[in-house]
């Protein structure tokens, strides 16, 4: 059997447009859920949600057990994980555990970035430690060649959501194996001292300008957009992993939705933004 391909680090590399969703709710029964809707990619947070190497483990056998299941099969390798913080370690437990591609936050220097990138590939040219018989990346060896191919299937995406990180976005981009630069809009804000207004025109100029340096290092821009105007607009300035929703804010809006029908104001549809 040969190491699965990833088909999201290919479009990326294509520059295809590729629509994804958050999932926040830490349960593999929704990642399974909506594995079969379709969208492009899932991305499940370890950041922000109450995640741990258990259940992020199960959302990616839900994810998994979804290809073929449903008329629409996205890819096993569509699922991103996002690590709470860069650590080199939990890299190498989340590729083990099957991850194929990975979401560092707060990436400010190129150094950071190198370092990631070092972390997710197998000597010579990373640091990754080797553990094929235990890891279900490998299939716990059923994939022989596994240490070989892994490299290429890897897909690293580093967050930059700072002033620091704008600074060096050019060198961050440049970076070798980095695969793409996900603009964090929440954090980016707060950073230039507009907590809670990422539609701010300062912030939104930096997104933009953020969007360019990307593309002309020739790699993949990706952001997080909750309302439609706002993910067609960088669709439109070339970002080529967008992601739609948050599995959340969906859930809670709907439900609001629904109970204002029958009880008017006191069942008031809440937010949907991050």
């Given at each position: 059997?040969?190491?699965?391909?990833?088909?999201?680090?290919?479009?990326?590399?294509?520059?295809?447009?590729?629509?994804?969703?958050?999932?926040?709710?830490?349960?593999?029964?929704?990642?399974?859920?909506?594995?079969?809707?379709?969208?492009?990619?899932?991305?499940?947070?370890?950041?922000?949600?109450?995640?741990?190497?258990?259940?992020?483990?199960?959302?990616?056998?839900?994810?998994?057990?979804?290809?073929?299941?449903?008329?629409?099969?996205?890819?096993?390798?569509?699922?991103?994980?996002?690590?709470?913080?860069?650590?080199?370690?939990?890299?190498?437990?989340?590729?083990?555990?099957?991850?194929?591609?990975?979401?560092?936050?707060?990436?400010?220097?190129?150094?950071?970035?190198?370092?990631?990138?070092?972390?997710?590939?197998?000597?010579?040219?990373?640091?990754?430690?080797?553990?094929?018989?235990?890891?279900?990346?490998?299939?716990?060896?059923?994939?022989?060649?596994?240490?070989?191919?892994?490299?290429?299937?890897?897909?690293?995406?580093?967050?930059?959501?700072?002033?620091?990180?704008?600074?060096?976005?050019?060198?961050?981009?440049?970076?070798?194996?980095?695969?793409?630069?996900?603009i964090g809009p929440a954090d980016l804000a707060a950073s230039m001292g507009h907590p809670?207004?990422?539609?701010?025109?300062?912030?939104?100029?930096?997104?933009?300008?953020?969007?360019?340096?990307?593309?002309?290092?020739?790699?993949?821009?990706?952001?997080?957009?909750?309302?439609?105007?706002?993910?067609?607009?960088?669709?439109?300035?070339?970002?080529?992993?967008?992601?739609?929703?948050v599995d959340i804010p969906l859930l809670n809006a709907a439900a609001g939705a629904l109970?204002?029908?029958?009880?008017?104001?006191?069942?008031?549809?809440?937010?949907?933004?991050?």
């Amino acid at each position: 059997m040969k190491t699965p391909t990833n088909f999201f680090k290919q479009a990326l590399l294509q520059k295809r447009p590729q629509i994804g969703l958050w999932l926040g709710t830490g349960e593999p029964y929704i990642a399974e859920i909506l594995a079969g809707v379709g969208f492009d990619w899932l991305l499940i947070d370890g950041e922000h949600a109450p995640n741990d190497l258990h259940s992020i483990l199960g959302q990616l056998q839900g994810i998994a057990s979804s290809v073929g299941a449903f008329p629409v099969t996205p890819a096993v390798s569509n699922a991103v994980v996002r690590i709470p913080h860069g650590d080199t370690a939990l890299i190498k437990q989340c590729l083990d555990i099957g991850a194929q591609t990975i979401l560092i936050p707060m990436v400010n220097t190129a150094a950071q970035a190198a370092e990631m990138a070092l972390a997710m590939r197998y000597p010579p040219v990373g640091i990754r430690g080797m553990g094929g018989s235990m890891a279900r990346a490998a299939r716990w060896s059923r994939y022989p060649n596994y240490l070989h191919e892994a490299n290429d299937e890897v897909c690293l995406l580093v967050q930059v959501e700072t002033m620091e990180a704008m600074a060096n976005i050019d060198a961050i981009a440049a970076t070798p194996g980095v695969d793409g630069v996900f603009i964090g809009p929440a954090d980016l804000a707060a950073s230039m001292g507009h907590p809670g207004n990422a539609g701010h025109p300062d912030v939104q100029a930096q997104i933009e300008y953020g969007m360019k340096r990307i593309l002309a290092a020739g790699k993949a821009p990706g952001i997080l957009s909750v309302t439609e105007a706002q993910a067609r607009k960088w669709l439109d300035a070339g970002a080529v992993f967008v992601a739609v929703g948050v599995d959340i804010p969906l859930l809670n809006a709907a439900a609001g939705a629904l109970l204002a029908k029958f009880k008017g104001a006191e069942g008031k549809a809440p937010g949907s933004g991050y």
